[in-house]
């Protein structure tokens, strides 16, 4: 496999293990009053989170709750144009990196290092993401023309290039600037924690545009009996917006099942399929048969002319198909998708009807919950580190109010519009916005906003204090690998140092933050264990204190490891 090298490398690669690890302080809550009655006020949950910070130390920040359970991760990087700008800010410990730090990167030819400054960045952000992403998980990128290349070869390094699962062209404007080649598209690359994991096929029935249509398809039933009247109200609203339906250009039928398209799916592929006679309605003669004969037997045809799914033409000259509804739809997801990028500013100007431009470059909520339709299920998780103007927040809340799922966000934005733009749009999303014609229904729903705290650990090594507690037990639950069911709070469990137990083995965290621990006799007689274990023992006991004073062969025969703090805690 192709290696990339750039400038800088040989110090970026480990530099996700030396980002110091810090707490995440929760400002406040927000949870959408809809107005509306249950269950739609409860359809959507509250559980998400957008953070406030840099997006290498809030990963780094998550690692302990959210390793290795994150479905699905977009993020939406810099594109590196020249034209953008956005700084090196890594503290990385090396002469030549520390003289970007704090410098808006250039354009081409203005700055020699720009391709090798964005590699630094994105590298250590990357093996983060790995580490979050449960082990069916996948990351869908975009980028444009500019790191393409690089960014591929990149994922490879990080992903593993067996582990790739492809790439989308996305158009997303038209140009008509005389040029040699025109560009019209970039792309979003997707990767695979484990592409041996994923489900051998993709199918997603969730389209914010297959939702209107069959919206529209019940309205139009309820105010035209005749069916004739039906399809010429249709046929006029379909001329009208059919720009805007991908991907139903082609269903310009209705009847009072709902809007449908003519498929040639009952036509046998291939090869000699069933030969036998279906006769049209009007003209009571046999329907010209398809080149290699009908896919179904008969008895499937009947069932079919019976349910009146199948479509004819005017006469018998007219191939039949096969009706498919609206609401059968389940798309898969194509490595071409045509999505004017305007409607991302469009509908961001639609919630911010204040001001003309509240972000450059908004993503389309309808792109998001297209690849988010097709990765994820009800009850997943999804992470976006690049978040912007928080589409990602947005099309999640759209697909838990069209399913009824509980899908969590995790949204992460450094700029200084992280509460103003990212988390106002999922606040107005939310709640509902706009007046009278133009007014937007709430999704319901709610998050917790934080903002990237202090350090766990002291520049000398020893354990930040001012972190609380709470906090510097749950660091070091996670640095003993204990699963989070077998995790205890000092309320729930019969020792207040207790930090984790199963049959095995229990974690002790002797630890008080105004006077030294001792692990000594009068510690060990007070210690109750309850649980599965009863009030037994385990046979491994782990307790961490500031000193031991039992001995070394005692503590052998009875199962007891000694961890000294905070030597002994694992930093990551």
Same mark, same amino acid.
């Given at each position: 496999m192709p290696t990339l090298h750039w400038v800088g490398k040989e110090?970026?690669?480990?530099?996700?293990? #030396?980002?110091?690890? /810090?707490?995440?302080?929760?400002?406040?809550?927000?949870?959408?009053?809809?107005?509306?009655?249950?269950?739609?006020? *409860?359809?959507?949950?509250?559980?998400?989170?957008?953070?406030?910070?840099?997006?290498?130390? @809030?990963?780094?920040?998550?690692?302990?709750?959210?390793?290795?359970?994150?479905?699905?991760?977009?993020?939406?990087?810099?594109?590196?144009?020249?034209?953008?700008?956005?700084?090196?800010?890594?503290?990385?410990?090396?002469?030549?990196? +520390?003289?970007?730090?704090?410098?808006?990167?250039?354009?081409?030819?203005? #700055?020699?290092? /720009?391709? #090798?400054?964005? &590699?630094?960045?994105?590298?250590?952000?990357?093996? %983060? !993401?790995?580490?979050?992403?449960?082990? #069916?998980?996948?990351?869908?990128?975009?980028?444009? =023309?500019?790191?393409?290349?690089?960014?591929?070869? !990149?994922?490879?390094?990080?992903?593993?290039?067996?582990?790739?699962?492809?790439e989308i062209a996305w158009r997303n404007v038209t140009d008509n600037n005389p040029t040699n080649i025109s560009l019209e598209h970039e792309y979003v690359l997707c990767f695979a924690k484990s592409r041996s994991a994923l489900s051998p096929v993709w199918k997603s029935p969730y389209l914010g545009a297959k939702e209107r249509?069959? *919206?529209?398809?019940?309205? &139009?039933?309820? *105010?035209?009996?005749?069916?004739?009247? !039906? +399809? @010429? @109200?249709?046929? +006029?609203?379909f001329r009208e917006h059919k720009a805007e339906l991908w991907p139903f250009q082609d269903y310009k039928f209705i009847d009072t099942d709902g809007i449908y398209t003519g498929s040639r799916s009952v036509h046998n592929p291939g090869k000699e399929g069933y030969r036998y006679d279906?006769?049209?309605?009007?003209?009571?003669?046999?329907?010209? +048969?398809?080149?290699?004969?009908? =896919?179904?037997?008969?008895?499937t045809m009947q069932e079919l002319l019976s349910t009146d799914r199948i479509l004819f033409g005017e006469d018998e000259t007219k191939?039949?198909? %096969?009706?498919?509804?609206?609401?059968?739809?389940?798309?898969?997801? @194509?490595?071409?998708?045509?999505l004017d990028g305007r409607t991302g500013t469009n509908e961001l100007k639609g919630i911010f009807t204040e001001s003309n431009r509240p972000f450059d470059y908004p993503k389309p909520s309808v792109l998001l919950e297209d690849l988010l339709g097709f990765a994820t299920d009800p009850n997943d998780i999804v992470l976006d580190s690049f978040a912007g103007s928080g589409t990602t927040g947005h099309a999640v809340l759209k697909l838990n109010a069209q399913d009824g799922g509980q899908r969590r966000f995790v949204l992460i934005e450094l700029g200084e519009f992280a509460e103003t733009i990212t988390a106002e749009r999922v606040r107005r999303v939310a709640i509902g916005y706009g007046?009278?014609?133009?007014k937007v229904t709430g999704l319901g729903g709610g998050f917790d906003f934080y903002t990237v705290g202090a350090p766990m650990f002291l520049p000398d090594q020893n354990l930040n204090e001012a972190v609380g507690t709470e906090a510097i037990r749950g660091y070091v639950a996670y640095s003993e690998g204990i699963p989070p069911d077998q995790r205890t709070t000092p309320e729930n469990s019969y020792t207040p140092y207790l930090l984790g137990l199963n049959c095995d083995t229990a974690w002790i965290f002797?630890?008080? $933050?105004?006077?030294?621990?001792?692990?000594?006799?009068?510690?060990?007689? $007070?210690? =109750?264990f309850g649980g599965d274990t009863g009030n037994a023992k385990p046979g491994t006991v782990i307790i961490y204190a500031d000193r031991c004073l039992l001995a070394k062969d005692f503590m052998t025969r009875h199962g007891i490891i000694f961890k000294k703090i905070p030597r002994d805690i694992t930093r990551f």
């Open positions: 110090k970026v690669v480990n530099h996700h293990h #030396d980002v110091p690890f /810090r707490v995440l302080n929760k400002e406040y809550s927000f949870r959408a009053d809809t107005g509306l009655p249950p269950p739609s006020r *409860e359809t959507n949950t509250t559980d998400n989170r957008i953070i406030h910070g840099d997006n290498l130390e @809030a990963l780094k920040s998550l690692l302990p709750e959210f390793e290795g359970r994150v479905k699905c991760i977009y993020i939406d990087p810099p594109y590196n144009t020249g034209n953008e700008e956005w700084r090196y800010n890594d503290a990385v410990n090396d002469p030549k990196i +520390q003289r970007w730090l704090g410098q808006v990167v250039k354009k081409e030819g203005e #700055d020699l290092s /720009r391709h #090798d400054k964005w &590699l630094c960045m994105m590298y250590p952000r990357l093996k %983060l !993401l790995h580490r979050l992403l449960r082990s #069916d998980g996948v990351l869908f990128a975009s980028i444009d =023309r500019n790191e393409m290349a690089t960014f591929k070869l !990149l994922l490879e390094e990080v992903f593993g290039s067996g582990n790739w699962v492809g249509l069959i *919206e529209l398809g019940h309205q &139009l039933a309820s *105010e035209y009996s005749d069916k004739k009247k !039906l +399809q @010429a @109200a249709y046929s +006029q609203w279906v006769f049209h309605p009007v003209t009571k003669r046999p329907c010209t +048969q398809p080149l290699m004969g009908y =896919r179904f037997p008969p008895e191939l039949i198909e %096969l009706k498919l509804y609206v609401k059968d739809y389940k798309a898969k997801l @194509a490595s071409v998708i045509e007046e009278g014609t133009k002797h630890y008080e $933050s105004d006077r030294p621990t001792s692990l000594d006799m009068d510690f060990l007689s $007070s210690l =109750r």
